[in-house]
């Protein structure tokens, strides 16, 4: 929403308004604009993370930049962009907004809201890989400083597999034997995993499994260049796995939501559980029992393993900020090596995209960074350029994902629903 | 002395005073109506005839949102379905909500009724409660991992009938609806029972004198004149209904779902105009749907005006 | 006096019944909530419908709320709000009765039914230009844009109860003030208003109930910053901290409080209000 028809109307509004409240002694109720210029607000979707970021990130920054304050505003993850995209345009954003990758940003700063980051030191730490998810087209310029990346894979009860006899699985085969084995013995769900919240089935579950049967990078670049299509085996593989899943789910998974997943867990009632790396600090905090990961087991024949390994996050400037400058001195603290740690210890889960070195503390955190020497990495396949349209491909993937968990559509059905959906506006995908 | 004033010297009086003291009364409340009511209807009409590039320039493009509203299959299905079920849960609220509303009332208003005003009291307060709060208590009950509902038909001795209905395409938007009705099912009773309360003793006498029992008393006395009152709740319900939102949003969010099973108009204009997770909002599109949303509405109030309340008759009491 | 009609004890006992029945329905799963939030973690989970023991009671669930999210602001903001909103519903509105009421000129039906279709016509639908609006006049995340808009929701409904009211005013006594060559402006303010008061109690029902509860205008034009009402504040701290039952479940007991304990003291006046205005 930009400029319409009416600055007249507007002003002449404006000013009978601000007379008659002035009139009627009302002028506290119109907020006047903030005069402290040091005081910087963070937009952001990891509500979960906010005790760590107000108790120990901030205070670190303040430790060297007392005269800085800054407040962490987290919005529900599901109402984020949508949000953010409302504040944005009424002009009540925070100053630092957290990005997502790829396409949700790129539109932000296509519309002028963020500030290119080119120029602010720090930038020089982080890899082309790293940076590209939050850089225009033609990679010229980066409008967010990457922070981290999350990776997927499954986290699992370690006292329960020890009471049943079970290991952790290779293969999809040994996987399904052991999610028999749990529901057989009948205390435990084996998945942890509710399809009431629809994107926990495409992004721990689609997007966990899936490089497997794409083969990572390969098979996102096929997609985006209208090689490959989601009616190709791998994608309906991926969809025939997820179906098999339902049975092995929580009693009325479908009103499950990704919080009652982790209640479940966390209270020691459930197995395995789905996960992306950041799921990590909450059980650290929540569960009494030990707890580990396994990698997605391969499906049959497949020799080399591919995990989910993606740009997630990073934090950019609202470019109608009154405190520009103290933004981009926060920013710049984000892109230095003690912030790389301070985070990758105290939220153990999101790696820290920097170039230097960092030592991960957490053992469970440890086993996720592992997996990167023995298996490739690649990133969720609808964040970049294939969700710029309408339908976009990650809304519809969520959908397609839940229905064929719950059983309402075929592998099939869903392949063709999200093969249609993305020729329908996406050129290549166009016969 | 206002009886010794002939009438026209006091027309003639009011025809001296200036008559601006009348803009006076009107203007502030006429003011703050049109700017802040009319206006933004009507200028949300205006915005439904432009689209908006990806710079955030609007351009006019006459009826090509209605046209992609009705034609395009990633709108029209969605417009589509929210309709259906917006008429779903318009028509189970008219039904089980003024159905129990009407029933409630009736037996608060009978005679020497003893702990009447306990019984209102408390059976209103729902309607008091925000939906916020309404909807996450009914989910926590509703949840499969709480367990309250589960236990509770295991109690009774009906636990196959439990389901995740909330989570289930077929389910969810009646389960919406229900406990939707369950909020404000004390609005209609309220209205329904001052209605009856202004019944003459009289008539009530008067029947109960032929031999007639309470439940005669009711349906063949005091439903007919309370017929313009159901009447107006009923319009009431359907304006209320096409508008909501609340609800739905608070128990499953934007998406509405299951696979958008309890989507209702309401929440397809919000999710339209501002976009959910990697799918931006569309403001033209957006004042499309809302313009839909009132021309519905609209219709539903001009059948009601013309058609329904005129042929009722209402009594002289 | 009626004539009573013989009342066999049967009908009376199923009526009563049904009652108990439904209110039973109505305020259960307010108290689940109310007794759940004084629990541990643990026996919420495991036992619900369970009464807080000396074992199970907990107050941290309060804590963890009040410490981190600012309910005694929300509170306020809302009470800002719908205060504001009513006294100018009531004070635009008792005027602009007042005028279609008493004085004949040209329009006056057409002006009537002009305030009077808001009340079919859903404001919401206007929210796309109504937010343009207000960022044009640089009002928005204020509570002067909620009241601005909850007064143009409740005119409508108000400017009609209160024209109805004032119709009942005896003629006699506005054209006896008027014969003492009192000014206009002073019969409405010394005469009519005060006679107004019973009718005050009718429109302030009609007008708090909705504003209080909405959620859809606090979460468009006034997200963020401080100025959440009640609401809206609970929305988001649910989004929040959902994963933590304790402090979802305090949040909603504070949040059902205030409303709780208003409701009790203003039951009579409320249903007063509801079942006088709503007759006609």
Known sequence: MTSRSTPIFGRLLRSLLATAALAAGGAQLVSIPAASAQNLTIESWRSDDADIWNGTIIPAFNAKYPNIKVVFKPTPPTEYNAALNARLAGGTAGDLITCRPFDASLELYKKGQLVAVDDIKGIENFSPVAKSAWQTDDGKTTFCMPMASVIHGFIYNEEIFKELGLTPPKTMAEFHQILDKIKADGRYTPIDMGTADQWEAATMGFQNIGPNYWHGEEGRKALI???????????????????????????????????????????????????????????????????????????????????????????????????????????????????????????????????????????????????????????????????????????????????????????EAGAKNLEDGLASWYAPHKQ | ?????????????????????????????????????????????????????????????????????????????????????????????????????????????????????????LIFLPTMLSVVIIGFVWQLILSPLWGVSEGFLRAIGLPQLFAPWLGQESTALVTISLISVWQFVGIPMMLIYAALLNIPEDLVDAATVDG???????????????????????????????????????????????????????????????????????????????????????????????GVQRRMQRYAL | MTRPIARPRLGRIAVHGALLFYTLVAIGPILLILVNAFKSRRAIFNEPLALPTAKTFSLIGFDKVLAKSDFGLYFLNSLTVTIGSVALVLAAGSMAAWALTEYRFRGNALLGLYMAIGVMVPIRLGSVSILQLMVDLNLVNTLTALILVYTAQGLPLAIILLAEFIQQIPRDLRDAARCDGIGEYHIFWSVILPLLRPAVATVAVFTIVPIWNDLWFPLILAPGNGKQTITLGVQQFIGQYVIDWNAVIASLSLAIAPILVLYILFSRQLVRGLTAGAVK
């Open chain 2, 1 to 121: 002395m206002g009886g010794d004033v002939s009438l026209a010297e006091q027309t003639a009086s009011e025809r001296r005073r200036p008559w601006s003291h009348i803009l006076v009364f009107l203007a502030p409340a006429a003011l703050i109506y049109t700017v802040f009511s009319i206006y933004p209807l009507l200028d949300t009409i205006r915005y439904a005839l432009y689209t908006q590039d990806e710079h955030g320039i609007a351009h006019f493009a006459g009826l090509a949102n209605f046209i992609d509203l009705f034609s395009l299959p990633v709108w029209a299905d969605q417009f589509r379905n929210a309709l259906l079920n917006n008429l779903i849960f318009f028509v189970i609220h008219v039904t089980v909500q003024n159905i129990i509303g009407i029933a409630l009332a009736a037996m608060l208003s009978l005679p020497k009724l003893f702990g009447r005003n306990i019984y209102r009291t």
């Open chain 2, 212 to 306: 007639a029992n309470h439940l005669h008393v009711f349906f063949y006395v005091k439903l007919p004149l309370i017929l313009p009152t159901i009447g107006l709740v009923a319009i009431l319900t359907f304006v209320g209904n096409f508008n909501a939102f609340d609800l739905i949003y608070a128990v499953k969010g934007t998406l509405a779902g299951p696979n958008f099973a309890s989507d209702i108009m309401g929440t397809f204009f919000y999710r339209t105009f501002f976009g959910y997770q990697l799918q931006l909002g569309n403001p033209t599109m957006g004042a499309a749907v809302a313009t839909m949303m009132f021309l519905i509405i609209l219709v539903g109030v001009m059948i009601y005006l013309f």
């Open chain 1, 225 to 411: 260049d209208g090689k490959a299509k989601f009616t190709d085996a791998p994608y309906v593989a991926d969809l025939t796995e997820l179906a098999s899943w339902g049975p092995y789910m929580g009693n009325g998974y479908k009103a499950q939501k990704y919080s009652d997943s982790q209640n479940l867990f966390a209270l020691g009632r459930a197995a395995i559980y789905p996960a992306g790396s950041w799921d990590i600090p909450i059980f650290r905090k929540q569960a009494d029992f030990a707890f580990s990961a396994f990698p997605p087991p391969l499906p049959e024949g497949a020799s080399k393993c591919y995990i989910s390994d993606h740009t997630d996050i990073a934090m950019g400037i609202n470019a109608k900020s009154p405190n520009v400058d103290a933004a981009k001195t926060f920013i710049s603290w984000l892109a230095s090596s003690e912030f790389a740690d301070l985070y990758s210890n105290s939220l153990p889960g999101f790696f820290s995209l920097s170039n230097a070195k960092v030592e991960v503390k957490d053992p469970v955190a440890k086993t996720f960074l592992s997996w990167r020497d023995t298996c490739e990495s690649t990133i969720r396949n609808s964040y970049q350029i294939l969700s710029r349209g309408n339908p976009n491909l990650e809304n519809e993937l969520w959908n397609v994902s839940s229905q064929v968990i719950n059983g309402t559509m075929t592998p």
